[in-house]
């Protein structure tokens, strides 16, 4: 039985390098993805709603609707359908990465607080202060990377959700009604 209990134990330790990685990759990555929402919405802001314009031109539009418009330009319906496809799936990789995010970094992050809660409290018993307060230390802050991580990449996957709906509903406002 004891040999279980050190695998398990050990287990738990070799996953703690792991652990610190993936919090700190993802804390770089959802900045460098903050950045790009931001650079979206810059574009976004001058943006008029499709049904508003009286002319549909990829110059005077973002986002997927102007991907669509560019290639989509003097293509058949059936080909347009299919660009229509593509730009879903794309639309939903996106997100899909944004989503991961939201629910791995909180899960990271608890599993970065459990495990050196361990030495802390081996610490504590031995009298030792500093592993306390190490351990203590470091299981507190990937909690809070954790959580940033998580609740920074849901607002980024709220806002690119809105922004990215209003795109499909636009080209299906086009494919239906318009010529292209």
Known sequence: ????IQALHLSAHLLFLPV????????VWSFLELGGVLREYRQRRKWRPIWQMEKFDAKNTCG?????????KEKDKNIQKKIFSD????????????????????MLGLMGTLIPLGPALWGLSQGNLQALIHNIT?????????????????????????WYLQDLSDIEFLLEGRDV
């Not at 039985?1 to 279980?4: D, I, K, T």
């Not at 997927?64 to 989509?72: A, D, E, M, N, R």
């Not at 730009?87 to 909180?106: Q, W, Y």
């Open 87 to 106: 730009l879903e799936i794309r639309v939903s990789n996106c997100l899909s990465r944004l989503n991961f995010c939201v629910r791995l970094a909180p």
């Open 138 to 162: 470091i299981a507190f802050s990937t909690t809070v990377i954790g959580l940033a991580v998580g609740g920074m990449t849901y607002g980024m996957y709220l806002v690119r959700k809105k």
């Open 64 to 72: 997927f609707v102007q991907k669509f418009l560019v290639l989509s």
């Open 1 to 4: 039985m004891n040999f279980l």
């Open 20 to 27: 610190i990685l993936g919090l700190l990759g993802m804390l």
